[in-house]
């Protein structure tokens, strides 16, 4: 448990087409959620996508269609912590009785300048860490009937960043992207920490890098949400982004869902054939359970004995 498993998941065994299984993806009407939509739905699932225009979701649901899949769009907003349990509800009332395979908790986000959501949390932990965790604990009962579970899309830009108390405070604050590659380490170790501890309820919880591509995200961005010694590199970087096909950053999560082991936990996946010994995954399970345990003051009393239950020790 806990080995890197997708060493194993480049070799040439056939997808399992899963006919009958159920995904539901976060922010999965656009950018490489949408990707993730159509090749999950191509793949054989039935995936609930979540966003919040329902033109563009209803959009994507008919081209899903057309191609032979099945794709059900659920409109919700999951900037709070409110929508994200309405969200919860909705999916709950759509789900088959054998419950939910997977969680692709893809949504994500940068912040250009420090601020809050309507819980008091800071945006970028929020979206990037409380929400996506939030959500998997109200989720769990349908993860557990069907042994599914979590992936949470992660970032190599992890590996550039820290994360100390003072971050875990709020106290800090310099640029876009490092809050965003403190939040999405925290949801690298505590995740693993939360896979862990959910062995024993069959429901394992992976992370996938799916490299970068130019979508409604980055084409928001600006060199101002970089450290100054990187906004050299955002032309070059954006030109790069805008070569590499969805296609290639979805193929980590499809390749976690169609050929991980059931109840194997804590696998780091990348798009295409590269593998990131462990060592290099920014794994820390010690820095995990603490940060986990921090994070509990971040959500909102209806919801924080649910998600300290389901998630401590
Ligand atoms: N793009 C990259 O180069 C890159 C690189 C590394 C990691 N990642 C990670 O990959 C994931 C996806 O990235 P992305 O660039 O594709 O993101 P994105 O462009 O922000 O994703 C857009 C999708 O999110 C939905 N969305 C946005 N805000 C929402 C909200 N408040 N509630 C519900 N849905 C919302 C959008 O639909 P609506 O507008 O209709 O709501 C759309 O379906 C993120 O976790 C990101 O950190 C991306």
């Given at each position: 448990m806990g080995r890197l498993v997708e060493y194993s998941l480049g070799g040439k065994a056939p997808l399992n087409r899963s006919p009958s299984r159920t995904v539901l993806v976060t922010g999965g009407s656009a950018g490489i959620g949408g990707q993730l939509t159509l090749s999950l739905a191509q793949a054989g699932?039935?995936?609930?996508?979540?966003?919040?225009q329902s033109d563009r979701g209803?959009?994507?649901?008919?081209?899903v269609q057309d191609q032979g899949?099945?794709?059900?769009?659920?409109?919700?907003?999951?900037?709070?912590?409110?929508?994200?349990?309405?969200?919860?509800?909705?999916?709950?009332?759509?789900?088959?009785p054998r419950g939910l395979d997977a969680l692709v908790n893809n949504l994500g986000g940068v912040a250009p300048a420090p601020r809050t959501t309507s819980d008091?949390?800071?945006?970028?932990?929020?979206?990037?860490?409380?929400?996506?965790?939030?959500?998997?604990?109200?989720?769990?009962?349908?993860?557990?009937a069907a042994q599914g579970r979590v992936v949470q899309m992660s970032t190599g830009y992890h590996h550039l960043v820290r994360l100390t108390r003072a971050d875990l405070t709020g106290r800090r604050w310099d640029c876009g992207m490092n809050v965003y590659g403190r939040a999405k380490l925290l949801s690298v170790q505590a995740g693993e920490v939360i896979g862990l501890r959910w062995r024993n309820r069959g429901v394992g919880w992976h992370f996938a890098d799916p490299g970068m591509a130019q979508t409604p995200l980055t084409r928001s961005m600006t060199p101002r949400d970089f450290p100054w010694y990187g906004r050299f590199l955002f032309s070059p970087v954006r030109h790069v982004q805008g070569c590499i096909p969805l296609e290639w950053c979805a193929s980590s999560t499809l390749r976690l869902l169609t050929r991980t082991p059931p109840r194997d936990t804590g696998a780091y996946v990348l798009p295409g054939p590269v593998v990131l010994p462990r060592a290099l995954v920014g794994f820390d399970r010690r820095a995990g359970a603490n940060g986990l345990a921090f994070s509990y003051?971040?959500?909102?009393?209806?919801?924080?004995?649910?998600?300290?239950?389901?998630?401590?020790e």
């Open positions: 699932y039935h995936v609930y996508f979540v966003g919040r209803r959009a994507l649901e008919d081209r899949g099945r794709a059900t769009f659920v409109a919700g907003d999951l900037s709070s912590q409110h929508g994200v349990a309405q969200l919860a509800d909705r999916v709950r009332a759509l789900l088959p008091g949390v800071e945006t970028t932990f929020a979206s990037n860490f409380v929400h996506p965790v939030l959500l998997a604990c109200l989720l769990l009962p349908e993860l557990q003051r971040w959500f909102l009393p209806e919801y924080r004995p649910l998600v300290e239950s389901t998630t401590g």
